[in-house]
DNA sequence: TCAAACCTGTAG
DNA sequence: CTACAGGTTTGA
């Protein structure tokens, strides 16, 4: 599921769990949520340098150059825990890593374990070794960050194209991050229609959505993301939810003109926009 | 550029 | 029962 403000909040969770432990054990339940090129045993007994965002993908980092990236899509959840003894794992739970303290001797010293839950199995788990990552991450077709990018930068590769603003924001390859929940208020805060070709934008919408971006993912990653569904992060669920003006209010007033929201698909996800205050 | 596929759960 | 769900890749 996550998009940036999500996938923030789990990176950092896990950094501040992780950083120094190390995977001692991996027991596999459903092995379609590892990539078939990656290799778990690589990851074993490697001190666990950090847990970085790319986009919104997750990366772990390990000693001797080794990662662990992972996309989580639409379920994909990481949770500590128990390491499960059986073949039966908790609910939903794909793949379980035994911890331990990397300086420590005692396999047994009761470190937990990071559990990967994913309900959908949409997620998936890439074990990566020296520089290849950043060849994989090229292969997601990952763009610039969307808390990284200038303005100049978002206009350059937007304003070309005559694809509607909000299959570009939500595009990758452009621009790293946005999902349909945070383009959907990108959008409605900048009084943008989400349908209007890129190219059709004056200047101050392009600049009206880079600054409504930065404040919203900024304020996102504060209240630890949205909670929808069944988002989690290790430490917890976010509260953004709370803060949503459009995305999921289809039924809904717009809160500021109080006349009826729209719904439409666009690129194929649900869309909410007003259509008196996005022109 | 659009639909289908990957999966499972939940709301209506 | 049917429709729909935060994402991304694949193929028509």
């Known amino acids: 599921m996550p998009e940036l403000p999500e996938a923030q909040t789990i990176a950092t969770d896990l950094d501040s769990k992780l950083k120094g432990q190390a995977i001692f054990q991996a027991k596999v339940f459903s092995s379609s949520v590892i990539n078939k090129d990656s290799d778990l045993s690589l990851l074993l007994h490697k001190p666990i340098l950090g847990v970085e965002r790319k986009g919104k993908m997750i990366l772990f980092c390990f000693a001797s150059e080794t990662y662990l990236l992972t996309s989580l899509r639409m379920t994909g959840q990481f949770l ?7 073949m039966d794992p908790p609910c ?3 793949l379980a890593f035994a911890l331990k303290d990397a300086k420590g001797t005692d396999e047994n010293s009761g470190g937990g374990a990071l559990l990967y839950r994913d309900i959908r199995k949409f997620g998936r788990l890439y074990v990566r070794q020296g520089e290849d990552y950043v060849q994989l991450l090229n292969s997601f077709r990952q763009g610039t960050d969307a808390l990284a990018i200038t303005l100049d930068e978002l206009m350059d590769k937007l304003k070309g194209s005559s694809k509607s603003i909000k299959s570009l924001l939500m595009d990758q ?5 946005l999902g349909n929940i945070y383009a959907t ?3 409605f805060s900048s009084g943008v229609n989400p349908i209007k070709p890129a190219s059709s934008l004056k ?4 600049q009206s959505i880079y600054e ?4 919203i993912l900024s304020k996102a990653i504060e209240e630890r993301g949205s909670t929808v569904d069944n988002y989690e992060a290790p430490f917890g669920k976010g509260n953004y939810q709370n803060f949503h003006r459009a995305y999921g209010k289809a039924k809904g007033l717009c809160p500021i003109c109080h006349k009826p929201f729209s719904l439409v698909k666009e690129a194929g996800r649900s869309t909410v926009f007003c259509p008196n205050c996005q022109k």
């Open 212 to 215: 409504n971006m930065r404040s």
């Open 92 to 94: 939903h739970v794909r």
């Open 203 to 206: 200047k101050e919408e392009f």
């Open 173 to 177: 390859y452009n621009l790293a991050g």
């Open 185 to 187: 208020e990108i959008l």
């Open 80 to 86: 500590f825990g128990d390491f499960p003894q059986g």
